[in-house]
T-cell receptor, first 113, second 114 residues
Framework: DSGVTQTPKHLITATGQRVTLRCSPR?????VYWYQQSLDQGLQFLIQ???????AKGNILERFSAQQFPDLHSELNLSSLELGDSALYFC????????????FGAGTRLSVL | AQSVTQLDSQVPVFEEAPVELRCNYS??????LFWYVQYPNQGLQLLLK??????LVKGINGFEAEFNKSQTSFHLRKPSVHISDTAEYFC????????????FGKGTMLLVSP
């Protein structure tokens, strides 16, 4: 158990809909990262938050957004969903910014039908 | 920007045989290197890391990796594999910066058969 909790484990929804994925980092970790894993793109970094502020952006679509709350949990919002958004979404956390040892949650599997 | 190449998408091996999973990286700055393992239907688990110091690093489950700066490689090895090592293995790199995020390779599926 990495200590990173993601909910829900599975999500099935329809095209055009909006969903929210939730992540609770390990106790004491200030940094949260979101990744998308798909068969064609592999594991891709989406966005990072550090102590409530956006820190880095990767290949995140404009239809996607995220935030980190004062209690350090994070949410990834995906809207206007398309079939191609079906993927495994991982959250990871690390204590700080240096050395960057990230611990991953079990992921949320999103299926868009 | 950095990139990671895992040369083999699949590596079949018999139980108790040695294995090497290859990883090469490209970066214009110094890097940290990681190997993660993903068992079927599970998340990513940190196997080992190279941050500094000795270029030979030991991880969990009997795995080790060697950082070779001149060849920009970080190959993963195990002298004797078990059926339970069947999983996907990802090599990843991050840079020395406050914005350090992980760049992953495409992964290598290790298939251990009896």
């Amino acid at each position: 158990d990495s200590g990173v909790t993601q909910t829900p484990k599975h999500l099935i929804t329809a095209t055009g809909q909006r969903v929210t994925l939730r992540c609770s980092p390990r106790s004491g970790d200030l940094s949260v990262y979101w990744y998308q894993q798909s068969l064609d793109q592999g594991l891709q970094f989406l966005i990072q938050y550090y102590n409530g502020e956006e820190r880095a952006k990767g290949n995140i679509l404009e239809r996607f957004s995220a935030q980190q709350f004062p209690d350090l949990h994070s949410e990834l919002n995906l809207s206007s969903l398309e079939l191609g958004d079906s993927a495994l979404y991982f959250c990871a956390s690390s204590a700080g910014l240096e050395k960057n040892i990230q611990y991953f949650g079990a992921g949320t599997r999103l299926s868009v039908l | 920007a950095q990139s990671v190449t895992q040369l083999d998408s699949q590596v079949p091996v018999f139980e108790e045989a040695p294995v090497e999973l290859r990883c090469n990286y490209s970066s214009s700055v110094s890097v940290y290197l990681f190997w993660y393992v993903q068992y079927p239907n599970q998340g990513l688990q940190l196997l080992l890391k190279y941050l500094s110091g000795s270029t030979l690093v030991k991880g969990i489950n009997g795995f080790e990796a060697e950082f070779n700066k001149s060849q920009t490689s970080f190959h993963l090895r195990k002298p004797s594999v078990h059926i339970s090592d069947t999983a996907e293995y990802f090599c990843a790199v991050s840079t020395f910066s406050g914005y350090s995020t992980l760049t992953f390779g495409k992964g290598t599926m290790l298939l251990v058969s009896p």
